[in-house]
């Protein structure tokens, strides 16, 4: 297996890096400051803010209302962000409302460089005549205090304590805690002309000097000191995340992985780039905002998505497992073949005997290599080629290795090579014909095999030991007249997955169809592969996708990710298991190892909703209801999905329920009306990417169209004045039975009208319906009570099986009651929504279940995290609520919105196998009821855990 003989073939590691700039149609590639509040982007520009929500973006400048467009730095505030500019300050929410201004360039301070919400609605700024603190009370700002007059201060930041060390160009660091400001002293010497910047991460505050990092804790106490290597001295910023340090220096970007103070290793990200700022958010994406290349994003799916190109021109035609070692993988390519360490990820050795023949497929076989190649079958040993049969079978594409023989498929049929003296004998149908090009061999037994050709379908040989016949060749007809079989694979239960032509085939023992699913392209899929017994892996020119076989619906797709780099696969060999959940896939331009079911699990499905929506008439909109006249007008919604993991941007596609029944597709995420007969309707849409397609129906805003009534009224008085003045003036025999027809039309108009209204009343009724069915609550769009009653028995039967942990959350709003009644049942739905989805959001793991159990009661079910895990997730939940910041001035607990949460957790083993199911589930939900009731009788705004008590 190891070849002695060099090559110049090399993998080169793809970074897993996205860019956004101007051809995104930002407005500038020059970015300044990046803060992340609730997975939105706010980017200080010279030409302004962008907000950023992933697929689209927000840009305000003095237009909107902002003192300039030249901005310095952005930070996060409890309402959304803080902007910095050379005029001052502007609070900005995320949809893009100022909530005040201050202008320090008018107060005599000069431009504020920095921002940060202290405390008690308290705001200090970082001006050019020193620290500043103002109050914003009762929507009116009142000066405070004012620090290091005169001095220059660059920058400031927190802990969540409320200190503040601040750095002032003048006078070096500084700590501000309980309103007393004092030098920050450290056991580290620190000359102010060596100090880089300062940050916060995640986890830990640092200090950049000049040739070291000093590593701080949330109460800025020194934990460690790192010095940097010689060619990393003069950075410009970083950012920290556990033991990885992000630095920017000399055009680049570095990640040293630490052991507390010592470097383990320093690694190149990003070359030829100057960089102004970095952040991590929670998924630990990397964010950059870069002097000339605009936003650039290092995916946190890095650890899960390992992509390398080759040096040289090269499609991967070929992936298969080494027969003594599963961990080595023989590699075909069309120019160039290898051995691949699937564990190390790396390249072994090169097959060069294979150079410049395109191995279509490449086997370990007694100690041998055999390739089925453009120039036919080739062995190769201890380095020595040999060419077998070309003349008789031309080209070859596949390769199967039996007790008894090789099956050897090729362009011009399939053919049975003997071990011992090569000898070659071609298989015939019933008619004597060649099948023709043979594409792929399935063993289904070691006497059975199913057969894939392009041009005559699908076949079964079968060998035969006890007739005079030696084999069997049968056709096995599939409908849709199919005529070319790519994949070919059988689960555990011994259903046979088929994809030809256009078409994925399922197929019981007998191969009768149990299920077809139709593609778009003209090739379904090159390859196949079951992940478990429901769901199938396929591998297309147009990417890798995941079906649900059940419901024949696509679940996954990833494609074009990062941008450019275009998941194409080649043939029915281009795609291998690595483990249970990890695929090694050879493509067209690169070789790619993926782990699915962590990407899946990482990547939540995108959840569109109104980004924002414009009417050149008069109309209402709020609470997703939009109320306006009938007439002529431009309406527009734009649509928007707050997806970033990927740069390609969604797809949409909407109906009107009670307008249109077809979904239609748009090409932006823009829709356009300009006039709708009266009635009502709901926007319903669909929508995808390159990681999702589940064919999900969202229903978005309902839209009632009213008729103009004043101007009929008018109409119908003119109308009957004029038929009165005629009745007594001419009374004509024609009129009369004019007068006559319009009567009798009117009457069919209202009667079709009312027709209409009847329709739309019951498609919304029936819509209703279908939601409750579906799971879905339709406020929240969470699961419903009977969803989580269903998956709540189906996981505590799987936790019995396998000893799992089940855990149990139960949350309530504190005095929803008093909201409304102070603020309205409207208010108290938008209430009920924000709260479900800052829960959805705190548990976005594909295991995790959110329900709204009941009113404004909600319960998430959790898989496999212990005690310690489910109460610390518990008080997430809490300080999520109180990062929303919705006001409930009738809340005797505080003056916003605030949850109580109780939770619960039960360690399954063997030993409930002889209990009641019912009797552990009512167990679990009792003791989370009871740890609700305990975190609300201590004062409520807090999580209380109780064990699940089964006496």
Known sequence: MKRSE????????????????????????????????????????????????????????????????????????????????????????????????????????????????????????????????????????????????????????????????????????????????RPYLTNVTLDDRNIVRIGKSLFNSWVLLETEILVLDNDFNLLYCVELPEALHYPTTACLYKDDFFLASANKLTRLSLDRDLILSTTDILNNVTINDLKIDDDTNLWIASERKGLIKVSGLADYINIWSHNNSNSVLSLRQHPDNPNICLVGGSEH?????????????????????????????????????????????????????????????????????????????????????????????????????????????????????????????????????????????????????YGIDINSAGEIAITADNFIFTLDERYHELSVIKSNSSVAAWACLWSDNQKLITAASDGLKIYNVATQEQTFLLDNFPSETFWEFTTSRSILRASQNTLLCGLNDFIAYLDYEAVRSRTKPPTPTVFSLSCSCNHEYSNNKLSLKTGKWDLQIWLSSSWYWAKEPCHYQYRLLGFNEPFKSISSNRIDFNSLPAGKYILEVKVSNNFENRNIVYQLLLINVESHNIITRT?????????????????????????????????????????????????????????????????????????????????????????????????????????????????????????????????????????????????????????????????????????????????????????????????????????????????????????????????????????????
């Open 6 to 181: 060099k090559s110049n073939l090399s993998l080169i590691p793809h970074p897993i890096i996205e860019y956004i700039g101007r051809s995104e149609d930002l407005p500038t590639n020059q970015l300044h400051h990046i803060t992340i509040k609730n997975k939105i982007l706010f980017i200080s520009t010279p030409n302004g803010l962008i907000i950023y929500y992933g697929d689209t973006f927000r840009l305000m400048d003095r237009s909107s209302g902002l003192l300039t467009h030249g901005l310095r730095s952005t930070s996060s505030a409890s309402f959304g962000g803080l902007v910095s500019s050379d005029k001052g300050l502007d609070a900005i929410t995320p949809s893009g409302e100022k909530v005040f201004s201050i202008d320090t360039t008018e107060q005599g301070y000069g431009w504020c460089q920095k921002a940060l919400e202290y405390k008690d609605n308290e705001y200090l700024l970082a001006t050019a005549k020193g620290l500043v603190l103002y109050k914003y009370h009762h929507q009116e700002l009142i000066f405070k205090n004012h620090f290091l007059e005169n001095e220059v201060i660059i920058n400031l930041i927190n802990n969540d304590s409320g200190d503040c060390l601040i750095h002032s160009v003048a006078s070096g660091l500084w700590l501000l805690s309980d309103g007393k400001l």
């Open 337 to 485: 073949s290898y051995f691949f360490d699937i564990n190390r990820k790396a390249l072994i050795s090169t097959i060069p005997e294979l150079n410049s023949n395109p191995a279509w497929d490449v086997q370990y076989f007694q100690n041998k290599i055999w390739a089925a190649t453009h120039k036919g079958l080739i062995t190769i040993s201890n380095n020595d080629i040999t060419s077998l049969h070309f003349k008789i079978t031309g080209p070859c594409r596949c390769l199967f290795f039996s007790q008894k023989c090789l099956l050897l498929g090729a362009i011009s049929g399939l053919y049975r090579v003997d071990y011992a003296s090569n000898d070659i004998e071609q298989y015939t149908d019933s008619n004597n014909l060649s099948l023709g090009y043979v594409y792929t061999i399935y063993e289904i037994t070691a006497d059975r095999y199913l057969v894939g050709t392009l041009g005559r379908g699908l076949w079964l040989l079968t060998h035969l030991s006890q007739t005079q016949e030696p084999y069997k060749l049968e056709r096995i007809k599939l409908s849709k007249d199919v005529t070319n079989v």
């Open 715 to 951: 109409f119908n008085k003119l109308y009957y004045f004029a038929l009165d003045f005629y009745k007594n003036h001419f009374r004509t025999k024609e009129f009369v039975n004019l007068h006559g027809r319009y009567v009798e039309l009117e009457a069919q108009v209202e009667e079709r009208t009312s027709s209409i209204q009847k329709y739309a009343q019951e498609l919304e009724r029936k819509n209703k319906e279908l939601k409750e069915l579906s799971g879905l609550d339709p406020l929240t769009q969470i699961h419903n009570r009977s969803r989580f009653d269903e998956v709540f028995e189906k996981e505590l039967y799987r936790a019995l099986r396998n000893h799992g942990v089940l855990s149990l959350l139960m949350l309530d709003i504190d005095h929803f009651k008093a909201y409304n009644d102070t603020y309205g049942h409207l208010k108290g739905d938008h209430c009920i929504q924000t709260v479900a989805s800052c829960i959805s959001e705190c548990f976005n793991r594909s295991t995790d279940l959110v329900a709204r159990y009941g009113g404004e009661e909600f319960v998430v079910l959790v898989m496999e995290s212990n005690p310690e895990e489910i109460l610390l997730e518990a008080k997430r939940v809490n300080q999520a609520i109180i990062d929303a910041n919705i006001p409930h001035q009738s809340s005797a607990t505080s003056n916003i919105v605030t949850v109580s949460v109780g939770a619960t957790s039960l360690q399954i083993d063997s030993s409930f196998a002889s209990l009641n199911v019912d009797d552990i589930k009512n167990a679990i939900i009792e003791s989370a009821d009871q740890a609700l009731y305990q975190s609300k009788n201590n004062g409520r705004n807090q999580a209380a855990f109780k064990p699940t008590n089964l006496n």
